[in-house]
């Protein structure tokens, strides 16, 4: 087989899907739309607005592409899939409707119920005196959730009532939800609609701050596999969770095909699903695809497979042995504000590391030079035996490189 691809997305996760698509000896062409200066080395960069669905399916018709891939979940609800879809093109990403498992928390809420999906008990507010109650009524710690796509920072986590209730004010609708403890999952299933592949589990670090302090980012940094981690968790999700979202979507006449993003608690209680994303998660995606073992189980393959509804016929995702653990570097202010323009010195020599690669999201070129260019600039990943391996090589490049402002965790995947 040889497939011609286009990814579509700016960020952190969509150069590591070009770059493990670049990868995969049947890919003969890697385009992006519009990418990042790091995306240049593996793939052609197309200057299309990802939010553009005519656009984007021009680009795709001209280029000749086989295979779409919808990276982040503005463009996803925004009905891109659906516009590329259109046009005779196989697409991986689900349509506006099925995206609105990331776009509504409260149409998540309501498809996992009717699916009878372990979750938090939530209420859905529209007004302050319906917040008020719900707060009340749940009780601390308050988790109080913006009803729309938020960016990784419509989620208030509060001991703070005042301050719960000032965030219910402040969004339209709101979804305000028991608080579940135990650590956190994030499991990607790949989907056609009907077939199901799970991925490793790989664990996200939220919070600003060493030792899980700060206000919530996008995601700090990320691992797998999950050496603690229950041995039946996947088969546990996959028949609690996974399968019965499926079908409930299936069931709507809204099939879901992509990249379900289960994001999960393990509580005392068992295991909960904490959010749904419609897309592969950033950064769990940049440690998950440098171990995916592309000789038994190209990406292009599952890719196209689940575009295709015939993802049945094609291998499981099978995993290289090891760890791989990526370290984001943000920007001065992330994730208040960021911090553009700044001059990023070190790459090449991180990526000269044995092991070690770096994958960019808010960067840019300017007279030459690479920049800043938002919150979450790059991540660091390294690759090794065990996850202390990994660890130790993704730090190794993140010491290579600087710039004004930098800012990383130095505890990501640390005692694991
Ligand atoms: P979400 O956008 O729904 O993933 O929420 C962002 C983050 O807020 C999650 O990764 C959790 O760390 C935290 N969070 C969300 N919902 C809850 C909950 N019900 N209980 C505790 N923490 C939560
Ligand atoms: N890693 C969190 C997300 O992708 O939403």
Not at 46 to 58: E, F, I, N, R, W
Not at 65 to 80: F, N
Not at 204 to 218: H, M, Q
Request: with cysteine; aromatic share 4%; glycine share 10%.
């Amino acid at each position: 087989m040889s497939v011609k691809t286009l990814v579509i997305g700016p960020g952190g996760r969509e150069h590591a899907l070009a770059r493990a698509l670049s990868l995969d000896p049947a890919v003969t062409e890697v385009h992006v739309a519009p990418g990042n200066p790091g995306m240049a080395a593996v793939a052609t960069l197309h200057d299309v607005d990802p939010l553009d669905g005519d656009a984007v399916a021009a680009l795709a018709v001209g280029l000749g592409v086989d295979l779409v891939v919808v990276g982040p979940e503005a463009p996803l609800v925004a009905g891109v899939a659906d516009a590329v879809e259109a046009c005779g093109i196989a697409v991986f990403g689900p349509s506006a409707a099925a995206a609105q498992l990331e776009g509504s928390k409260a149409f998540a809420k309501d498809v996992m119920n009717a699916a009878r999906v372990p979750t938090a008990r939530a209420l859905v507010c529209t007004t302050a005196e319906e917040a008020a109650t719900a707060l009340d009524e749940l009780g601390a710690p308050y988790v109080v959730k913006n009803d729309g796509l938020a960016a990784g920072k419509g989620v208030v986590v509060t001991e703070d009532r005042q301050a719960a209730l000032d965030h219910a004010v402040a969004c339209d609708r709101v979804v305000i939800e028991e608080y579940l403890d135990g650590p956190e999952v994030s499991l990607f299933v790949v989907t056609d609609g009907s077939t199901v592949y799970p991925m490793q589990p790989a664990q996200d670090f939220k919070r600003i701050f060493d030792g899980d302090a700060g206000a919530n980012t996008g995601g700090m940094g990320a691992y797998t596999p999950l050496p603690w981690a229950p041995a039946d968790l996947v088969e546990e999700v996959l028949d609690t969770v996974a399968h019965p979202t499926i079908q409930e979507m299936s069931r709507r006449g809204t099939p879901f095909k992509g990249l379900l993003y289960i994001g999960l608690a393990l509580t005392s209680r068992g295991v909960r699903v904490v959010e749904f994303n419609a897309r592969f998660g950033d950064p769990e995606t940049q440690p998950l695809l440098a171990l995916l073992d592309q000789d038994a189980s190209p990406l292009s393959a599952l890719l196209m497979g689940a575009a295709t509804g015939s993802l049945a016929s094609v291998t499981p995702p099978a995993w290289r042995e090891g760890a791989a653990v990526g370290v984001v570097m943000a920007s001065r202010g992330y994730p208040a504000s960021s911090s553009s323009g700044d001059v990023i010195t070190g790459v090449d020599a991180a990526e000269a590391l044995a092991d070690v690669h770096v994958i960019q999201a808010g960067t840019a070129l300017r007279d030459g030079s690479l920049v800043t260019a938002g919150g979450r600039v790059l991540a660091v990943v390294g690759v090794g035996e065990d996850v202390a391996a990994a660890r130790a090589a993704a730090y190794d490049g993140v010491a290579c490189i600087s710039f004004d402002g930098a800012q990383h965790r130095t505890d990501i995947a640390a005692g694991i």
